[in-house]
C-alpha cells in the first residue's frame, strides 16, 4: 500500500486490479488496467516497496553479529518483491516472460551460466556446503556430492580451463590444512590488507556507503548498455593497436610519409626530397589515414556487437540506438589520435567533423602569439615505441612506502606517525577502520600505456584510460583517481606476479603523464578549453622514487595552479592534530606539486580504510549526490535516515 495507490482510490473509487471481469458493467479501461496489471500492484508501489526494503537491509547487515535471516510470503496473491530477484538471484528468479510471479520450485545454481566458468562455480559451492554442512570432514571422501564435484573439475582442468585447477584460485594455498598456512592466515589478517581495484578507489572516495551497497552487499546483476558500449570501444581500441598495430606500424609501413612530419620539426626536410610539404599535401595525407584506421575499427565494431533484437527492454533498446550514434564519432576520434601522437611530432591534429563525427577536413594548427606563454600543449609527446592495451596492475605499498617517497622529496626524517596524521588531514580525517599498518593492494587493468622516446632517446611513460561517458568537471578529470592507481601499480608493481611482469623493466621509467580520454566529446586526451592534454595529470613520482617536487607546467588559462591541485585550506601556524611542530613546518614548506602528490595518494588509503570501517563520518561528494544511485536508502546522499522508529534527518552545519 503506497501513496500512489491511495491516490486512485480517492480519484478512481477503487484499487487497480479489484474490478470484477465477469461484471457486465465493467469498463474497457478497466478491463485494460486489469489486463496490463493483475496483480494490482502499481510501478511506483513497487519501487517504493522495494526502496524500503533496500533500507531495511541496510540496517539489518550493519546490526547483526552472525547470521542474517530473510524472510518472504509464498503466494500466489503476495507476489516476492524484487529485492528478492536483486539481492537472492540465486533462489529467486524471473520467469521468461518479465513476470514476477514466485515459482514453486527453486534451482541451486539457477543463477549460473551453462558454460566452463558456471560448471566451475558450481562443483565449488558443492564442496563448499558439504565442508561447511560436515561435521566430520574425514567423511567427505566418501561423500558423493564431493565426488561428483572433484571429478568434473578434474575433468574440465584435463581438458584446458585453467579456473578449474586449485592452484590458480583465489585465496587458496599448497599446504592445505597445515600450520604454517594457519599461521600466514593469521598473519595476512593482522597485517591489514586490503584489496581495491581503480574503480572502486573511486566510488569509495565519493560516497564509501553508496560503494558498498553497489558493490559489496549487492548480488550479481546484468551490465546495462551503456557499460556494454563502453566495452565494446574498448575492446575494438584493443584490437586495432594490439592485434593489427593500426596505431604504430601499420601506419609506418602503409603511410612512410607520416615520418615527415617529425623531419619538419627537427630540421631534416632534406631526407625526404620527393615529399611535398605543404599544407594540402599533409592535410590530404592525414585524413587518408584516420578513415583507413577508423573504417577498419568500425567494421571490427560491428563484427562483434550484438543485434538490438536481443533487447527485451525499451528504455535499453532506446539507450543502444542512441549509443549507436556515437559509434563512428568515438572511433574516429581515437584514429585521429592514432595517426596525430604517432610521432609527437604533428600533434594534435585539428579537425572538422559532421554531424556523426566523421573527419570531413584538417584544419590548419592555431598559430600562437610569439609573447604567448609556452602550456603544456607545447611539450613534444615523443615517438611512439610501443603500446601496451589492457595491462595487468597488481601493486601492494603501505605508509611505510610513502614515507620514503615523503623523506626522500622533503629530505627530512619525518616519522610515520606525523605523515599518519598529515596525510589524514589531507582527506578530511581517517574513517575509524584506518590504521597506521594498513596495506593497499592495487588489482586493475590500464587501458592503454604508451612508451614514447624523445629526441635525447629518453624513454618515458604515457597512461591513457579510454571513457564513453560525460565529461566530468575540470578538477574531477585532473585529481581521477584512477590514474593514480594506475600511476601506483607501476610504481610499486608486485615482483612475484606473472601477470605484471611486463611492468617491471618499466618500475623506474619515468611516468611523464596520465590522461582520460572521452572519446565521444573530445578529440583529445585530456582536452579543455579547446587545447589537447591541458587537463592531463602529472605523475606523482620522481625519477629517484621520491614523490615529485617539480613544478606543474603551465596550462592554459590556468594561472593558479590551486585550481586544479584541490588542497585544503593549510594553516601554517597551526599543525594539524596529531602532527608535531617541525614535521608540519617540513610538510608546509614543500612544493604544491609535493603536496598534491601526496594528497592523491592519502585518498587511496583513505578507500582502503573505507572497506574496514564500521561507521562513515564522511560527507559524500557534492559531484556524485547529484547523480546517486541510491538517494533513497543512502544517509549521507539523502542527508536522512528513515527507520522503523523514525525519521532521522541530518543538520547543515
Request: glycine share 4%; aromatic share 10%; hydrophobic share 35%.
Amino acid at each position: 500500500f503506497g501513496s500512489e495507490t491511495l491516490v486512485n482510490m480517492v480519484l478512481n473509487n477503487r484499487i487497480f486490479g479489484s474490478v470484477n471481469l465477469k461484471s457486465n458493467n465493467s469498463k474497457k479501461s478497466s478491463l485494460l488496467d486489469e489486463y496490463a496489471n493483475p496483480t494490482g500492484t502499481c510501478v511506483n508501489d513497487r519501487q517504493a516497496i522495494f526502496t524500503g526494503e533496500q533500507r531495511s537491509f541496510l540496517m539489518a547487515i550493519t546490526r547483526a553479529n552472525r547470521h542474517l535471516f530473510i524472510s518472504a510470503v509464498n503466494s500466489d496473491d503476495c507476489v516476492p518483491s524484487d529485492f528478492l530477484y536483486y539481492y537472492l538471484p540465486e533462489i529467486y528468479w524471473r520467469n521468461a516472460d518479465g513476470s514476477s510471479e514466485y515459482t514453486d520450485f527453486c534451482e541451486d545454481f539457477a543463477v549460473m551460466d551453462a558454460d566452463p566458468r558456471g560448471l566451475v562455480a558450481s562443483a565449488r559451492t558443492q564442496i563448499a556446503r558439504a565442508i561447511y554442512e560436515s561435521e566430520n570432514s574425514h567423511n567427505l571422501d566418501e561423500n558423493p556430492t564431493v565426488k561428483d564435484a572433484l571429478t568434473a573439475l578434474n575433468l574440465l582442468k584435463n581438458n584446458g580451463v585453467d579456473s578449474a585447477n586449485p592452484e590458480n584460485w583465489d585465496f587458496i594455498r599448497k599446504n592445505y590444512g597445515s600450520k604454517t598456512e594457519e599461521k600466514s592466515i593469521e598473519n595476512e589478517s593482522k597485517s591489514n590488507l586490503v584489496t581495491l581495484s581503480p574503480s572502486m578507489v573511486d566510488s569509495l572516495w565519493s560516497c564509501p556507503v553508496c560503494c558498498l551497497l553497489e558493490r559489496k552487499f549487492a548480488g550479481p546483476t546484468r551490465g546495462g548498455t551503456a557499460a556494454q558500449f563502453g566495452t565494446l570501444i574498448h575492446e575494438t581500441a584493443r584490437w586495432a593497436s594490439q592485434d593489427e598495430h593500426l596505431d604504430n606500424e601499420y601506419l609506418r609501413e602503409k603511410y612512410p610519409q607520416l615520418q615527415a612530419f617529425a623531419a619538419i620539426k627537427n630540421n631534416k626536410v632534406s631526407e625526404f626530397p620527393d615529399f611535398d610539404f605543404s599544407f594540402e599535401s599533409i592535410s590530404a595525407l592525414q585524413k587518408k589515414a584516420i578513415d583507413d584506421v577508423a573504417n577498419t575499427m568500425i567494421e571490427h565494431y560491428y563484427s562483434i556487437c550484438p543485434s538490438d533484437s536481443n533487447i527485451s527492454d525499451v528504455k535499453d533498446r532506446y539507450r543502444f540506438i542512441k549509443n549507436d550514434l556515437n559509434v563512428r564519432r568515438a572511433l574516429y576520434t581515437i584514429a585521429q589520435y592514432f595517426v596525430g601522437s604517432l610521432t609527437g611530432s604533428n600533434y594534435p591534429i585539428m579537425a572538422k567533423k559532421d554531424e556523426d563525427g566523421v573527419v570531413t577536413d584538417i584544419l590548419p594548427a592555431l598559430e600562437k602569439s610569439k609573447s604567448a606563454k609556452p602550456t603544456i600543449a607545447d611539450v613534444d609527446l615523443g615517438n611512439l615505441e610501443h603500446a601496451y592495451c589492457e595491462c595487468n596492475i597488481n601493486a601492494t605499498f603501505g605508509f611505510d612506502d610513502i614515507l620514503n617517497a615523503y623523506n626522500r622529496a622533503s629530505k627530512t626524517q619525518t616519522s610515520l606517525e606525523d605523515l599518519y596524521s598529515i596525510m589524514g588531514f589531507l582527506v578530511g580525517g581517517w574513517q575509524n577502520g584506518a590504521s597506521s599498518d594498513l596495506r593497499v593492494r592495487i588489482q586493475g587493468r590500464i587501458d592503454r600505456m604508451e612508451i614514447r622516446k624523445l629526441n635525447d632517446n629518453t624513454e618515458q611513460i604515457r597512461l591513457i584510460d579510454y571513457k564513453t561517458g560525460k565529461v566530468p568537471k575540470t578538477q574531477q578529470v585532473f585529481n581521477d583517481l584512477q590514474l593514480i592507481c594506475y600511476q601506483l601499480g607501476i610504481v610499486f608493481c608486485n615482483e612475484n606476479v606473472e601477470d605484471v611482469k611486463q611492468l617491471l623493466k618499466f618500475k623506474h621509467t619515468k611516468i611523464a603523464r596520465s590522461a582520460l580520454f572521452h572519446v565521444v566529446y573530445k578529440d583529445s586526451p585530456a582536452q579543455d578549453n579547446g587545447v589537447a592534454e591541458n587537463i592531463c595529470q602529472p605523475s606523482l613520482f620522481g625519477a629517484d622514487g621520491a614523490l615529485s617536487t617539480k613544478g606543474l607546467i603551465s596550462r592554459y588559462r590556468y594561472a593558479d595552479d590551486n585550481r586544479l591541485y584541490e588542497l585544503p585550506d593549510i594553516d601554517a601556524q597551526n599543525p594539524a592534530d596529531g602532527v608535531s611542530q617541525n614535521a608540519w613546518s617540513d610538510f608546509v614548506n614543500l612544493p604544491m606539486r609535493t603536496k598534491w602528490s601526496l594528497m592523491m595518494i592519502s585518498r587511496v588509503f583513505f578507500a582502503a580504510s573505507a572497506v574496514k570501517s564500521t561507521s562513515f563520518v564522511v560527507e559524500p561528494k557534492a559531484d556524485h549526490k547529484n547523480h546517486c544511485r541510491c538517494l533513497d536508502v543512502c544517509p549521507g546522499c539523502a542527508g536522512k535516515v528513515d527507520t522503523v522508529y523514525e525519521m532521522i534527518e541530518g543538520k547543515n552545519e
